[in-house]
Protein backbone atom coordinates (compact mmCIF):
# COMPACT_ATOMS: atom_id res chain seq x y z
CA UNK A 1 0.00 0.00 0.00
CA UNK A 2 1.71 2.92 -1.00
CA UNK A 3 1.39 5.64 1.84
CA UNK A 4 1.66 9.03 -0.30
CA UNK A 5 1.08 8.83 -3.98
CA UNK A 6 1.32 11.51 -7.18
CA UNK A 7 -0.09 11.06 -10.50
CA UNK A 8 1.26 11.36 -12.96
CA UNK A 9 4.79 10.06 -12.48
CA UNK A 10 6.20 12.03 -15.52
CA UNK A 11 4.55 15.26 -17.19
CA UNK A 12 5.86 16.46 -20.37
CA UNK A 13 4.15 19.58 -22.13
CA UNK A 14 4.10 22.62 -24.64
CA UNK A 15 4.64 26.03 -22.76
CA UNK A 16 1.61 27.86 -22.35
CA UNK A 17 -0.16 25.06 -21.14
CA UNK A 18 -2.24 24.13 -18.04
CA UNK A 19 -1.79 21.22 -16.42
CA UNK A 20 -2.63 19.43 -12.50
CA UNK A 21 -0.63 16.97 -10.44
CA UNK A 22 -2.47 14.95 -7.97
CA UNK A 23 -1.53 13.98 -4.39
CA UNK A 24 -3.32 11.64 -1.82
CA UNK A 25 -1.83 10.46 1.67
CA UNK A 26 -3.56 7.49 3.60
CA UNK A 27 -1.46 8.30 6.54
CA UNK A 28 -4.19 9.97 8.22
CA UNK A 29 -1.71 12.66 8.29
CA UNK A 30 -3.31 16.42 9.06
CA UNK A 31 -0.71 18.25 7.15
CA UNK A 32 -0.20 17.71 3.48
CA UNK A 33 2.76 19.63 1.35
CA UNK A 34 4.46 20.20 -2.13
CA UNK A 35 8.22 20.89 -2.75
CA UNK A 36 9.92 21.76 -5.54
CA UNK A 37 13.22 19.72 -6.54
CA UNK A 38 15.09 22.27 -9.35
CA UNK A 39 17.48 20.45 -11.89
CA UNK A 40 20.71 21.13 -8.80
CA UNK A 41 18.46 18.62 -6.29
CA UNK A 42 17.59 21.69 -4.18
CA UNK A 43 14.01 21.48 -2.23
CA UNK A 44 11.98 24.42 -1.97
CA UNK A 45 9.01 24.04 0.19
CA UNK A 46 5.97 25.59 -2.00
CA UNK A 47 2.53 25.13 -0.21
CA UNK A 48 1.43 23.36 3.26
CA UNK A 49 -2.20 22.57 3.84
CA UNK A 50 -3.33 21.68 7.40
CA UNK A 51 -6.88 19.83 7.34
CA UNK A 52 -7.69 21.56 4.25
CA UNK A 53 -6.74 24.70 4.86
CA UNK A 54 -3.87 26.45 3.73
CA UNK A 55 -0.80 27.70 5.69
CA UNK A 56 2.13 28.14 3.63
CA UNK A 57 2.56 29.82 0.75
CA UNK A 58 6.40 30.69 0.05
CA UNK A 59 5.90 33.48 -2.46
CA UNK A 60 4.93 31.05 -5.28
CA UNK A 61 3.82 32.48 -8.86
CA UNK A 62 0.29 32.97 -8.96
CA UNK A 63 -0.08 30.89 -11.56
CA UNK A 64 0.34 27.24 -9.28
CA UNK A 65 -3.10 26.80 -7.39
CA UNK A 66 -2.89 23.83 -4.43
CA UNK A 67 -6.55 22.75 -3.94
CA UNK A 68 -7.52 20.42 -1.05
CA UNK A 69 -10.55 18.79 -1.39
CA UNK A 70 -9.88 16.87 2.17
CA UNK A 71 -7.14 16.10 4.60
CA UNK A 72 -6.30 12.98 2.29
CA UNK A 73 -5.85 14.74 -0.79
CA UNK A 74 -3.64 17.75 -2.30
CA UNK A 75 -3.35 18.78 -5.72
CA UNK A 76 -1.70 20.76 -7.77
CA UNK A 77 -2.70 23.02 -10.58
CA UNK A 78 -0.49 25.17 -12.75
CA UNK A 79 -1.63 27.78 -16.14
CA UNK A 80 0.13 29.07 -18.46
CA UNK A 81 3.27 26.47 -18.02
CA UNK A 82 7.17 27.98 -18.56
CA UNK A 83 10.26 26.64 -19.08
CA UNK A 84 11.33 27.39 -15.97
CA UNK A 85 8.78 24.95 -14.20
CA UNK A 86 10.54 21.91 -15.80
CA UNK A 87 11.07 20.33 -12.00
CA UNK A 88 10.52 17.07 -9.68
CA UNK A 89 7.12 18.09 -7.75
CA UNK A 90 7.11 16.12 -4.56
CA UNK A 91 3.92 15.64 -2.28
CA UNK A 92 4.53 14.95 1.57
CA UNK A 93 2.54 14.43 4.76
CA UNK A 94 3.60 14.68 8.24
CA UNK A 95 1.48 15.18 11.75
CA UNK A 96 1.37 18.61 12.41
CA UNK A 97 4.20 17.94 15.36
CA UNK A 98 7.15 17.74 12.67
CA UNK A 99 7.52 14.26 12.98
CA UNK A 100 9.04 14.02 9.71
CA UNK A 101 7.40 14.12 6.42
CA UNK A 102 6.59 11.08 4.18
CA UNK A 103 7.32 11.99 0.84
CA UNK A 104 5.45 10.60 -2.56
CA UNK A 105 7.51 9.47 -5.38
CA UNK A 106 7.85 12.58 -7.03
CA UNK A 107 5.78 14.29 -10.50
CA UNK A 108 8.53 15.05 -12.99
CA UNK A 109 7.81 18.04 -15.23
CA UNK A 110 8.88 18.94 -18.69
CA UNK A 111 8.15 21.81 -20.23
CA UNK A 112 8.88 22.11 -23.70
CA UNK B 1 15.69 32.81 8.77
CA UNK B 2 16.72 29.08 9.45
CA UNK B 3 18.89 27.37 7.16
CA UNK B 4 20.78 24.34 6.15
CA UNK B 5 24.31 24.01 4.93
CA UNK B 6 25.81 20.59 3.34
CA UNK B 7 29.38 21.70 2.51
CA UNK B 8 29.96 18.55 0.53
CA UNK B 9 27.94 18.05 -2.65
CA UNK B 10 29.38 15.09 -4.29
CA UNK B 11 31.47 12.25 -1.91
CA UNK B 12 33.46 9.11 -3.25
CA UNK B 13 33.70 5.96 -1.03
CA UNK B 14 34.73 2.58 -1.47
CA UNK B 15 32.73 -0.28 -0.36
CA UNK B 16 33.10 -1.59 3.29
CA UNK B 17 34.62 1.97 4.14
CA UNK B 18 33.56 4.29 6.35
CA UNK B 19 31.44 7.52 5.98
CA UNK B 20 30.61 10.95 7.69
CA UNK B 21 28.13 13.41 5.55
CA UNK B 22 28.67 17.30 7.14
CA UNK B 23 25.67 19.03 8.00
CA UNK B 24 25.68 22.97 9.70
CA UNK B 25 22.21 24.38 10.37
CA UNK B 26 21.76 27.71 11.33
CA UNK B 27 18.29 28.19 14.20
CA UNK B 28 17.83 30.28 17.18
CA UNK B 29 16.39 27.71 19.09
CA UNK B 30 16.86 23.65 19.90
CA UNK B 31 16.13 22.56 16.23
CA UNK B 32 14.86 19.57 14.98
CA UNK B 33 17.05 18.04 12.86
CA UNK B 34 16.41 14.90 9.72
CA UNK B 35 18.58 13.18 7.81
CA UNK B 36 16.90 12.06 4.07
CA UNK B 37 17.95 9.93 1.97
CA UNK B 38 16.71 9.76 -2.22
CA UNK B 39 17.80 7.06 -4.50
CA UNK B 40 17.35 7.45 -7.89
CA UNK B 41 14.25 8.31 -9.61
CA UNK B 42 12.27 8.17 -5.88
CA UNK B 43 10.97 10.09 -3.23
CA UNK B 44 12.90 10.92 0.01
CA UNK B 45 13.06 8.42 2.64
CA UNK B 46 13.85 9.51 6.37
CA UNK B 47 17.01 7.88 7.75
CA UNK B 48 16.34 9.34 11.13
CA UNK B 49 15.72 12.53 13.16
CA UNK B 50 16.50 14.37 16.38
CA UNK B 51 14.12 16.27 18.74
CA UNK B 52 15.76 16.45 21.81
CA UNK B 53 17.83 14.05 24.37
CA UNK B 54 20.38 11.76 24.05
CA UNK B 55 22.77 13.65 20.79
CA UNK B 56 23.91 10.41 19.27
CA UNK B 57 20.33 8.86 16.95
CA UNK B 58 20.29 5.65 15.61
CA UNK B 59 18.75 5.41 11.98
CA UNK B 60 17.28 2.87 9.35
CA UNK B 61 19.78 1.00 7.51
CA UNK B 62 22.85 1.04 9.54
CA UNK B 63 23.11 5.00 9.65
CA UNK B 64 23.73 7.33 12.64
CA UNK B 65 24.34 11.16 13.42
CA UNK B 66 25.35 13.02 15.93
CA UNK B 67 23.86 16.28 17.17
CA UNK B 68 26.98 18.81 18.33
CA UNK B 69 25.12 21.91 19.72
CA UNK B 70 28.28 23.70 20.02
CA UNK B 71 29.72 23.01 16.17
CA UNK B 72 25.47 23.81 14.81
CA UNK B 73 26.09 20.49 12.90
CA UNK B 74 24.39 17.19 12.82
CA UNK B 75 27.09 14.94 10.84
CA UNK B 76 25.41 11.43 9.44
CA UNK B 77 27.73 8.32 9.51
CA UNK B 78 27.91 4.73 8.73
CA UNK B 79 30.61 2.95 9.53
CA UNK B 80 31.15 0.48 6.53
CA UNK B 81 28.85 1.40 3.46
CA UNK B 82 27.10 -1.10 1.10
CA UNK B 83 26.87 -0.42 -3.10
CA UNK B 84 23.06 -0.01 -2.40
CA UNK B 85 24.02 3.57 -0.40
CA UNK B 86 24.59 5.20 -2.61
CA UNK B 87 22.14 7.82 -3.39
CA UNK B 88 21.67 11.58 -2.56
CA UNK B 89 21.45 12.51 1.23
CA UNK B 90 19.70 15.36 2.30
CA UNK B 91 19.72 17.16 5.89
CA UNK B 92 16.87 19.03 6.83
CA UNK B 93 15.98 21.77 9.77
CA UNK B 94 12.35 21.97 11.43
CA UNK B 95 11.47 25.53 11.35
CA UNK B 96 8.78 27.74 11.55
CA UNK B 97 7.21 30.15 8.59
CA UNK B 98 3.96 32.27 8.67
CA UNK B 99 2.95 30.51 11.78
CA UNK B 100 3.12 27.10 10.37
CA UNK B 101 6.05 23.91 10.57
CA UNK B 102 8.14 23.28 7.40
CA UNK B 103 11.16 21.25 6.92
CA UNK B 104 14.29 23.69 5.31
CA UNK B 105 16.72 21.68 3.37
CA UNK B 106 20.30 21.45 2.74
CA UNK B 107 21.30 21.45 -0.63
CA UNK B 108 22.08 17.91 -0.47
CA UNK B 109 25.73 15.37 -1.12
CA UNK B 110 25.69 12.87 -3.66
CA UNK B 111 27.05 9.66 -2.30
CA UNK B 112 29.00 7.52 -4.81
CA UNK B 113 30.66 3.96 -3.57
CA UNK B 114 33.76 2.27 -5.44
CA UNK B 115 33.51 -1.20 -5.87
Known amino acids: DTAVSQTPKYLVTQMGNDKSIKCEQN?????MYWYKQDSKKFLKIMFS???????INETVPNRFSPKSPDKAHLNLHINSLELGDSAVYFC???????????FGSGTRLTVV | AQSVTQPDIHITVSEGASLELRCNYSYGATPYLFWYVQSPGQGLQLLLK??????LVQGIKGFEAEFKRSQSSFNLRKPSVHWSDAAEYFC?????????????FGQGTRLTINP
Open chain 1, 92 to 102: ASSHVSLDGYT
Open chain 2, 50 to 55: YFSGDT
Open chain 1, 49 to 55: YNNKELI
Open chain 2, 92 to 104: AVGATGQGAQKLV
Open chain 1, 27 to 31: LGHDT
